[in-house]
């Protein structure tokens, strides 16, 4: 049995509705080596599976997923969503109804359901369920079914008598598909098939089943006023947050920096408002679920099904881990965000006119807490990724610039590199491991240039060994190719935050492909924000222990 199916329970398997698959919490070197485990979860029979997209101003989207390939970076604000076709069984219980002439009784319907437009399942009903657990079952589909149906069952047992129901069958199971089919009124549900209906003497069992359905359907309605309540408190932020960027970009008192440095202050502000949305959403969504789990459970032990109780709360225990591990990734990007909203007040405050850029850069908000905000990766989140990992192996490869180049600066409370426009840029590194080179320039500019492999030196060519020094420009970057094609390894600018990179790998982590525009005359190819997707989702799906990389990260004045 394949671990999703595991997950999924083989109880359970058929009488789940929808569900959820939310690998964000893993972090982005992780998820991605549950590829294989993605496509079992696509690939089970009889679902159709989406993924779903959440933005800022919450507003959402769906789109159908056949493989992994459809999917791309699956983050904190993306989620894939599953709904089963196949035919369903359903119970749905009406407790202490009244007849005709005022006996009490119970009334059990059977009947096979099918879900015939996922689609817009997910949007009129599944995406509400998610608000409370992360699946929907049997249980959930017969609460809403039977609500939906509730006044008009009602009334038409007020007209019949008990005798009547049970001896002489005066409704048939067709006058019940034919009415069903109607007062369902749901038009991604079909009704294949009725089943039986059963007429009994009322009974403690089936009123307290009636008593737990009706708790979840307050649960449900409770759980979602609350997250309605965190949204109306987040679009306020965001009008604050609107509001003081206009008031800025009006304020003409106030030097250019200044303003921007402000603006960049009233953004992290409100980036922190988001964080403390979604950390409130998932703490109002795990306590629903941890208490629908329990009303359920008790359902499954008054119908004398314990080994699916108890499967049900172990699951819940298993999605409340989950949460928590969530709930620290929150806290984390509020600290990390609190760090650079103090950074820039600082910055402000000392009248530094690279404000801007230390809030950017040197305030470092992690890959992690980037994903949470849905910021675009791009050459930032590159570098943010590629110096995490930098720093877990800081002896993997050493990089050094030339002293006499390199100089030290004061920015707040920080002290950085400094180098000066149309100074050299050369440096040496050392790695403990033999493999492919691979020497990213990420500029000011925001673009990140391939300087190695290049048009002089090819991809099998480009291979350290470990414990050797390596020159820049040098082996890997011939200086004289650079000296007859007239070309300096200088800083050019602007002014800002820049890195060299050196990534060594088992592999080769470029193709001849990313060669072609590498010329004599200009042997550097600039990487186009796809080819960094592409890279970034390379390296995520190698062996940690297949590659290592080396950062140098200075201020360039």
């Excluded at 390939?69 to 749905?92: C, H, R, S, Y």
Aim: aromatic letters at 8%; a negative charge.
């Amino acid at each position: 049995m394949s671990e999703v199916m595991k997950d999924f329970g083989v109880n359970l398997a058929s009488q789940v509705v929808f569900r959820l698959f939310d690998m964000a919490a893993n972090g982005f070197f992780k998820k991605w080596r549950q590829a294989k485990t993605t496509q079992e979860f696509i690939d089970l029979p009889e679902t159709e599976t989406y993924l779903c997209s959440r933005f800022v101003d919450g507003e959402s989207q769906m789109t159908r997923v056949f493989s992994v390939k459809d999917i791309g970076d699956l983050g904190v604000n993306n989620f894939l969503a599953q709904v089963n076709t196949m035919p369903l069984d359903i119970e749905i219980l009406y407790a202490g109804l009244t007849g005709k002439e005022g006996v009490s009784f119970d009334l059990t319907i059977s009947a096979t359901v099918k879900i015939k437009d996922a689609r817009k399942f997910l949007t009129e009903r599944g995406l509400n369920w998610s608000t409370s657990a992360n699946s929907a079952d049997i249980t959930v589909l017969e609460t809403l079914l039977a609500s939906q149906c509730k006044q008009q069952i009602t009334d038409e047992m007020h007209t019949l008598s008990y005798d009547a129901l049970t001896q002489q069958e005066a409704l048939p199971l067709k006058w019940w598909e034919s009415k069903l089919a109607n007062w369902f009124s749901l038009d991604w549900l079909e009704l294949v098939e009725m089943e039986t209906v059963q007429y009994a003497s009322a009974t403690a069992d089936k009123a307290k089943e009636i008593k737990e359905r009706q708790k979840i359907s307050d649960l449900e309605l409770e759980s979602q006023q609350q997250m309605h309540q965190i949204e109306i408190q987040r679009k306020q932020g965001q009008q604050d947050y609107e509001e003081a960027m206009k008031q800025l970009e009006a304020n003409s008192t106030i030097s250019e920096q200044q303003r921007q440095a402000e603006l960049e202050q009233a953004r992290l502000g409100y980036e922190k408002t988001i964080i403390q949305a979604k950390e409130e959403i998932e703490t109002v969504k795990s306590q629903a679920q941890k208490k629908r789990a329990e009303l359920e459970a008790e359902i499954d032990r008054i119908r004398s099904r314990d080994d699916l109780a108890a499967q049900r709360l172990k699951q819940a225990e298993e999605s409340e881990h989950r949460t928590q591990e969530m709930l620290k990734l929150y806290d984390t990007a509020k600290s990390e965000l609190d760090s650079s909203i103090h950074l820039i007040k600082d910055a402000i405050h000392e009248g530094l006119s690279d404000a801007k850029r230390v809030s950017e850069y040197a305030g470092g908000l992690s890959s992690g807490t980037m994903e949470l905000l849905g910021r675009s990766r791009g050459a930032v989140y590159l570098s943010r990724v590629l110096k995490e990992k930098a720093s877990a192996a800081s002896e993997a490869i050493l990089m050094k610039m030339k002293k006499l180049e390199i100089g030290v600066r004061d920015i707040g409370t920080k002290k950085v590199d400094e180098l000066k426009i149309n100074s050299s840029l050369q440096f040496d590194f050392i790695t403990e491991q033999s493999g492919y080179a691979t020497i990213f320039n990420i500029g000011t500019s925001g673009k990140v240039w391939l300087q190695s492999p290049n048009t002089y030196v090819g991809i099998e060519n480009a291979k350290v060994d470990s414990g050797k020094k390596y020159r820049i420009p040098g082996q890997m970057l011939p200086s004289d190719e650079l000296a007859r094609n007239g070309i300096g390894y200088i800083e050019v600018g602007p002014p800002g935050w820049e890195e060299l990179v050196v990534i060594v790998s088992d592999k080769p982590l470029v193709t001849e492909k990313d060669l072609f525009k590498s010329t004599s005359g200009n042997p550097f190819v600039e990487v186009s924000q796809d080819r960094i997707d592409e890279m970034l989702e390379l390296l995520s799906s190698l062996d940690e222990k297949s590659w290592n990389v080396g950062v140098l990260s200075f201020l360039v004045e």
